[in-house]
């Protein structure tokens, strides 16, 4: 399977803990796009990077969130002390380069109690 | 801010029956996707349109951007059960993030 992986596919969390949320792209893709989606709503850009650097973080809370992608391995979305409101699903999507199409993961869905 | 706004936002209609979905913007986008969307799944990539104007065909789906490359419209003819999902319009500006519609919500009735 060359498609984008994302891990878990499902995550439950209590409030006031962490949440890391797991992203390989494609095959020959280093540019990764994470986006939020909440229920019934549609998705919402967060962050985009490519290898070791951070492109544009414009749609990330400015507290609590972080996000990287290092020269090795899968690219991680960080929520410390996670509130009920961060309950939703977060899609990870991959590109070739700037400007090419965006092919997306299954998303995690993240629960907190 | 840059806004799209999907119409309808819920679709419910009788198999064979044929039907639109428009996807409006007062901002100008270099390219516009649309997606489809299952229940917990991620969108999948259905089509691009890069060209004012521009018309593409896949089976029964007809995609076409607007001239000024604010809108887009997503036609079906002859819907099936299959065609039921989510279905969302995505506008690119440049290299980086896409912008999403709300999503149309289509059901398609036996």
């Known amino acids: 399977n060359a498609g984008v992986m994302q891990n878990p596919r499902h995550l439950v969390r209590r409030r006031g803990q962490e949440a890391r949320l797991r992203c390989s792209p494609m095959k020959g893709h280093s540019h990764v796009y994470w986006y939020r989606q909440l229920p019934e709503e549609g998705l919402k850009f967060m962050v985009y990077?490519?290898?070791?650097?951070?492109?544009?973080e414009s749609g990330m809370p400015k507290e609590r969130f972080s996000a990287e992608f290092p020269k090795e391995g899968p690219s991680i979305l960080r929520i410390q002390q996670v509130v009920r409101g961060d309950s939703a699903a977060y899609f990870c999507?991959?590109?070739?380069?700037?400007?090419?199409?965006?092919?997306f993961g299954p998303g995690t869905r993240l629960t907190v109690t | 801010t840059q806004l799209l706004e999907q119409s309808p936002q819920f679709l419910s209609i009788q198999e064979g029956e044929n039907l639109t979905v428009y996807c409006n913007s007062s901002?100008?986008?270099?390219?516009l996707q649309w997606y489809r969307q299952e229940p917990g799944e991620g969108p999948v990539l259905l089509v691009t349109v890069v060209t004012g104007g521009e018309v593409k065909k896949l089976k029964r789906l007809t995609f076409q951007f607007g001239d000024a490359r604010k809108d887009s419209s997503l036609h079906i003819t002859a819907a099936q059960p299959g065609d039921t999902g989510l279905y969302l319009c995505?506008?690119?500006?440049?290299?980086?993030?896409?912008?999403f519609g709300q999503g149309t919500r289509l059901t398609i009735n036996p």
């Open positions: 999507a991959s590109s070739p380069g700037p400007g090419y199409e965006q092919y």
């Open positions: 995505a506008g690119s500006q440049g290299a980086q993030k896409l912008v």
């Open positions: 901002s100008v986008f270099s390219s």
């Open positions: 990077l490519q290898k070791e650097n951070i492109i544009d």
